[in-house]
């Protein structure tokens, strides 16, 4: 199956000026969606997988049911008149919700009456950490990790190791020498490249994520008690610095941060950190947040939340809260999510079940702490009603070492701390199931939870109970009971391309490419011997030449590829560059064990690059994924030049907008964190075809509707080399017509700034120019930059930054940048010292499937006014000579249709091709397909019919018996062999002599004998 690649844009303010109302303050919300009836039945096939591929597919499903609730959910908007006042921000998947801004109260209370809307509340910081620090001396052990036993764990060979344990709290000192070690290094991204290298939606996440500040560094800046960095050292600190503060000193952490410094967090941040800890393998997940004294809201929310992480096979040591002795009663003591019943289910309780694990704390004395949380909890909250109170669920599940815990400090690359709350016990546990997993990886959050639970100290009343839950954490009692897995445990690790051999060599799947595959697996079990895979496809477009791969022995922790006997595929000229399809792998041993595991392979997979066209005037940077100009100046190694012009480099950054709807436009403009991936390379020409210097690249938006071909054009005459000219060519390649389509093109100069800005802007709408200037006396930079759109006719504006960029202002979110290209806000004059910027954009348009559009676009400066406007009539004289060109060699026809009668049809249908004229002539191929990508016919039919551009005639072909006729049809009567079934009519349609310009128009037939 072919899938679609997301790339997350997250806002960084909560609360916004929107529109050109700057009276109103948006709010952020979450939406909560139901789930469809067949949900339960769903969950139920989901969690009877095996592991790995019950995490694959679990995600699979919550991100494709998530899509069809948020479709229904814009649809109840527009019949109900409420697009305007509410705007969805992003989609959560875990849950089935979404972040939404909304105008005011009364708005948040209309959705709540949709058909499809669960609940809906505000997003705030609404839940926190706790815990008092005080500074520590260095120990030999701290005294949590040797009451449950974990030394002898640690004697036995189980330390956590090959187990990647998620820390969801205020980020970690991943510095520190204690951790250093043992940080989760993200093995698809280069570090500090300002590229997402693994294309997972986040530029340099090397060990983990910021979800609270929005940015890839997840460190510990919690100054108050460095909380993150304490719970992580409990997890999995390696004793370095001197003290032994880990329960698994081998397990990996990915710093998942959550939470700002002051210790408080959103729930958007929660789930989104929860989302990416499951998509990037974590095992285990350490939460020591919640929310104190939840009410049903927020009980309703979360709980759907924590039953897909369980769906999904992962489980969560959850923190129980510190209310114990705030004068909290049950059944409202216990924090949310640590009331959510967990994997297991005990005796007495009902089926629904989550992934979490609730842990109460305990003293150095065995007794229950005074301000640990306790239940029972209470389940009557209108969605749920399964555990009404009285008597209600009991709560916590467990209880482990929470007063006066040594831990790692986060102040310091080598310091201690000690702590005490629950939210030091969470760590405890979620470092005893890493210890658990370490020997045998096939433990289910079920059977996790049911070891530490049979297995615990009891400490209060016989069987569980409120305050100690089953009783206080034994891991050495856990481990003992913990089954060693008598069979191996095979994986899939990753995969490589090898397209020396029948390919152009460059380590990238490109259509048309066939390639070998290289896969290389992990045993996490017993030592494997004969180890071989078939793989599969359901992707019509992919042919699996070679399904045999071969590995033979891999020993217990080893990682292994098949390089001596690799899989062959090949991929059709004709797929979409930049999407991906799924593998399917069965792996068996001689021994007869059976793994079933999906990957997904990505076609054109190139990396981010840029290029500068330089004329010896001025040197200009463009992408292979939209931006312009000098980029990140965070990153200098991957950064641009910018626009230079007589040795000053007056651009800072821009780039190219496609804007599909009101909150969806895709951008190049942002530096690496542009949302267009790049399909090809930067190829550079000089001459060109058209050009002194030319360079190319193509790009695709993050939702596979359009390819972008871009070209810059620069020439080093006298009175032709103050420009750039950037040529867009946008092809619709999804199955339905993109209409109301805009493009626009963005350029944030820069010119001089010196304790405040000397930079003017005016935009010129009769001329459909732009340019800006150095006010200072005498100038610094006294050239005149700017930009135009030339082709076709559109429009442009001023930007004022502070208003509609800045994060105190509009925040230049997709609805600003809509209205810029759309035309709602416009501007002329920037006539006062300031931060501005210029925006040139063209549309509506409408492009049919596999139809394409151009768009113009120019660069370009001059000594004044005067020789700015002359550079640019140059530029005008020249983009007409380049499309021009162009159109020798690449037309797009206006109207391709293929009619098919009768359809269905039993013995024989006529096929007709309609291809509008074209100025040198066409040609139309027309063949013949079942689903799997067959040709049912032997022959393929070409005919040329030279046309004058603009006549409406046909090029059309026939074919009867297989002899070609000037009739302008085709009959097709399939022969005997071929059977019932849904066949493709392809047709081709291509510009004579040229490998561009193709344009493939199908049309499906039902064949009934």
């Known amino acids: ?366 007794t229950i702490a005074s301000f640990s949380s306790f239940g029972p909890t209470q389940w009557n909250t209108g969605t749920y009603s399964d555990y009404p109170y009285p008597p209600g669920l009991i709560k916590p599940d467990i209880c482990a070492p929470g007063v006066s815990i040594t831990s790692t400090y986060g102040g310091s690359d080598d310091g201690y701390t000690t702590s005490s709350g629950t939210s030091m016990s969470a760590p405890h546990l979620a470092g005893a199931f890493a210890v658990m997993l370490s020997k045998n990886p096939a433990l289910t959050p079920q059977k996790l939870d049911s070891l530490v639970q049979t297995t615990a100290l009891e400490l209060g009343p016989a069987g569980k109970d409120s305050l100690y839950g089953a009783g206080r954490l034994k891991l050495l009692d856990a481990v003992v009971a913990t089954p060693e897995p008598n069979y191996p445990i095979i994986e899939y690790y990753s995969h490589s391309i090898d397209d020396s051999i029948a390919g152009d060599g460059n380590s990238v799947l490109d259509p048309g490419e066939q390639v070998n595959l290289i896969v290389q697996l992990q045993n996490t079990g017993l030592d494997a011997t004969g180890v071989q895979a078939t793989i599969s496809t359901d992707e019509t477009e992919v042919s699996i030449v070679d399904n045999y791969g071969y590995w033979g022995d891999i020993t217990s922790g080893e990682t292994k590829s098949n390089s001596t006997e690799q899989f062959v595929i090949q991929v059709s000229s004709s797929f979409t560059p930049g999407f991906t399809f799924d593998i399917f792998m069965e792996t068996t041993d001689d021994s007869g064990n059976v793994w079933l595991d999906t990957f997904a392979v990505r076609v054109s997979n190139y990396p981010r690059d840029v290029a500068d066209i330089s004329n010896g005037n001025l040197t200009f940077t463009v992408s292979n994924f939209g931006e312009v100009g000098f980029f990140d100046p965070s990153n200098p190694s991957i950064g641009g030049s910018g626009f230079i012009y007589d040795g000053y480099n007056y651009l800072f950054g821009g780039g190219l907008f496609v804007a599909f709807e009101y909150e969806n436009v895709a951008t190049g403009e942002g530096g690496n964190n542009s949302e267009l991936t790049p399909i090809t390379e930067i190829r550079s020409y000089s001459p060109g075809s058209a050009a002194d210097y030319e360079i190319y690249s193509s790009f695709i938006d993050p939702d596979f509707r359009v390819r972008i071909d871009q070209k810059a054009l620069a020439w080093n005459s006298t009175g032709i080399s103050d420009f750039v000219i950037m040529r867009y060519i946008l092809t619709n390649i999804c199955e339905e017509e993109l209409s109301g389509l805009y493009t626009a093109f963005y350029l944030d100069y820069d010119i001089h700034y010196e304790s405040g800005w000397y930079d003017q802007a005016l935009w010129n709408s009769s001329e459909m120019c732009g340019y800006m200037w150095d006010t200072y006396s005498p100038p610094a930079n006294p050239a005149y930059v700017g930009m135009a759109i030339i082709e076709p006719s559109g429009r442009g504006s001023v930007v004022h930054n502070p208003t509609y960029r800045y994060p105190s202002g509009m925040g230049w979110d997709d609805t600003v940048k809509y209205n810029f290209s759309s035309g709602a806000f416009y501007s002329e004059s920037g006539d006062y010292n300031d931060d501005w910027s210029l925006i040139a954009a063209a549309g509506p348009v409408d492009i049919l499937p596999d139809e394409s559009d151009t768009f113009v676009y120019v660069i370009l400066a001059g000594d004044d006014s005067a020789d700015f406007m002359e550079n640019l009539d140059s530029a005008i004289s020249l983009t007409e000579q380049v499309l021009t060109i162009e159109q020798k060699y690449l037309y797009k026809p206006e109207n391709i249709s293929i009619t098919v009668s009768p359809n269905p049809f039993n013995s024989s249908c006529v096929i007709s091709v309609n291809v509008e004229a074209d100025p040198t002539g066409r040609d139309a191929q027309i063949e013949i397909y079942d689903l799997r990508g067959n040709v049912v016919t032997p022959y393929s039919l070409r005919k040329f019919v030279p046309l004058d551009k603009g006549d409406r005639n046909r090029a059309s072909a026939m074919v009867s018996g297989g002899s070609a006729s000037t009739q302008g049809i085709f009959i097709w009567t399939p022969a005997q062999s071929i059977p019932s079934g849904i066949y493709l009519v392809k047709c081709l349609s291509r510009t004579i002599g040229t490998r561009t310009g193709n344009v493939l128009t199908t049309k499906k037939i039902l064949y009934l004998k």
């Open 1 to 366: 199956m072919r899938r679609l690649f997301y790339i997350i844009s997250v806002m960084i303010i909560s609360s916004i000026l929107w529109g050109t109302n700057s009276d109103i303050a948006w709010q952020r919300g979450l939406v909560q969606f139901y789930r469809p009836a067949e949900w339960k039945n769903i969950v139920e096939e989901l969690r009877s997988l095996p592991k790995p591929i019950r995490r694959t597919r679990a995600i699979q499903t919550f991100k494709r049911k998530n899509e069809e609730s948020v479709m229904q959910f814009e649809n109840e908007l527009r019949v109900h008149n409420l697009s305007g006042q509410i705007f969805i921000q992003q989609k959560l998947w875990l849950g089935n919700s979404a972040v939404v801004l909304f105008d005011d109260y009364s708005t948040l209370n209309k959705i709540r009456q949709l058909s499809c809307v669960k609940l809906a509340m505000e997003d705030i910081e609404g839940f926190r950490i706790i815990g008092a620090v005080a500074e520590a001396d260095i120990l030999d052990t701290a005294w949590g990790v040797s009451r449950i036993g974990a030394p002898s764990c640690w004697s036995g060979g189980y330390r956590g190791q090959n187990v990647l344990v998620a820390v969801l709290d205020s980020g970690v000192r991943y510095t520190h020498y204690d951790l250093i070690n043992n940080m989760w290094n993200n093995p698809g991204e280069i570090p500090g490249n300002g590229v997402d290298d693994d294309y997972n939606g986040y530029v340099d996440d090397y060990y983990g994520y910021d979800f609270y500040n929005h940015d890839s560094d997840p460190w510990d800046d919690n100054a108050t008690s460095y909380h993150g960095t304490h719970c992580a050292g409990t997890v999995a600190g390696d004793g370095t610095s001197g003290t032994n503060t880990g329960i698994a000193p081998s397990a990996n952490i990915m710093a998942v941060k959550v939470m700002g410094s002051g210790g408080s967090g959103t729930g958007s941040a929660l789930v989104n950190g929860i989302q990416y800890a499951l998509e990037n393998g974590a095992d285990v997940l350490s939460m020591s947040v919640g929310w104190a004294n939840p009410d049903n809201t927020i009980k309703n929310y979360m709980r759907p939340v924590m039953e897909d992480v369980l769906t999904a096979g992962v489980i969560a040591a959850v923190a129980a809260g510190n209310s114990g002795d705030d004068g909290i009663s049950a059944p409202q003591c216990m924090n949310c999510p640590a009331d959510c019943p967990s994997p297991w289910r005990g005796s007495g309780e009902g089926a629904e079940r989550t992934a979490v694990v609730a842990v109460g704390a305990t003293n150095f004395s065995e």
